[in-house]
């Protein structure tokens, strides 16, 4: 009977440490305002060092919104490897699994979110525009289920980088993606800049990756000056066709993607993409923490920085100007102080 008893009073002693463990990481939990671990899909379009640098740029605002993976949330990963057709089946898979919240990445995952996702929460980002890509009327009045970050393209800072440095560049290749949202609305954009800065741009239609060569030799065969490469989905895959391309007539190629500099861009205005990546992260933390989307205004995220190739500035005989790599070295040692 003493054996019996004893055990029993062993027994309630352990239970009554994991009922204090329970009630001590609910509090925990309730401190942070989840009350649940959420199912983070984060989807991608391709597998491309800005779309990555965005990825990680989002966990790091999640974190950095006090969020720990684990305990308030855990993550699952999808990538359509640029493949088009992939992007809405990644998109049914994360909605059968019951994701709480999709974290789309690329101006297509957005728009296969909002076709497929039934409601499911999204926040975007590496997006050219919500508005665009048909998530609103504008940064306050869109679906109620959507909110993100906008990315500006630095036209205006690099026109005005081409006039000072590189004066007898007037006439700017580019190539164009009209089935993609985002690169009809960064054309128009190109255009107006482009006008604004005395410029004219010749644009060569393409509609898939395996067109995207013979494009960019029809691109160069044409009076340019120099090509100047919007961003864009498809355009980012194959760059390295229009690198080539540009380097076999020795024209300079201008870029705004990092990226693209190390596949034979001269300069590019890049845009902060870890930076507006943290922005869409601590989105995401208010609406785990109960917020709406409806109630979070769409952002548009702008900063930029100078990267310069001078090997790629050689192959298309141009020396660099000191005073533009002075200013991408100040550039570049601003941003490792910042990080």
């Keep these: 009977m003493a054996l019996v008893l004893k055990r029993l009073s062993f027994g309630l002693v352990l239970l009554l440490l994991a009922s204090a463990a329970l009630l001590f990481s609910g509090s925990e939990r309730r401190q942070d305002g989840t009350g649940r671990k959420w199912r983070l899909h984060v989807i991608q379009y391709n597998d491309v060092v800005d779309s990555n640098e965005t990825k990680d740029g989002v966990l790091a605002g999640l974190r950095e919104s006090g969020l720990v993976e684990g305990r308030d949330y855990e993550l699952h990963f999808s990538n359509a490897q640029g493949d088009m057709a992939t992007v809405s089946a990644l ?15 690329s101006t297509p995952t957005l728009q296969a979110a909002i076709r497929r996702g039934k409601g499911t929460p999204v926040v975007f980002a590496y997006v050219a525009s ?16 959507v909110t993100g970050v906008d990315i500006s393209v630095g036209y205006p800072q690099m026109l005005a980088l081409v006039r000072k440095y590189f004066p007898r560049v007037h006439r700017l290749g580019t190539l164009h993606v009209p089935a993609e949202a985002n690169m009809v609305y960064f054309l128009e954009q190109f255009r107006e800049a482009a006008g604004e800065a005395g410029m004219e741009i010749e644009v060569v239609p393409v509609s898939t990756a395996t067109d995207v060569p013979d494009a ?6 044409k009076r340019i000056d120099a090509v ?3 961003p864009g989905n498809l355009v980012a895959s194959a ?13 300079p190629v201008f870029a705004f993607q990092k990226a693209q500099v190390e596949q034979g861009a001269m300069v ?33 995220f702008s900063g930029t920085y100078l990267v310069v190739n001078p090997e790629a500035a050689r192959a298309a005989g141009v020396t660099l100007p000191p005073a533009l790599l002075e200013q991408a070295r100040r550039e570049a040692m601003a941003r490792d102080g910042h990080r």
């Design 91 to 105: 998109v049914d898979s994360a909605v059968t699994q019951n994701a709480d919240l999709l974290l789309t990445l």
């Design 130 to 145: 919500g508005v665009a890509a048909g998530a609103g009327a504008s940064h306050i009045d869109h679906l109620p289920f």
């Design 216 to 221: 960019a030799q029809a691109l160069v065969g």
């Design 228 to 230: 100047m490469q919007m």
């Design 239 to 251: 760059f390295g066709s229009i690198a080539r391309a540009a380097a076999q007539v020795h024209l």
């Design 268 to 300: 590019a205005i890049t845009r902060e993409y870890f930076d507006s990546g943290r922005i869409a992260g601590a989105q995401a933390a208010r609406v785990i923490r109960g917020e709406s989307p409806a109630r979070i205004p769409f952002e548009t």
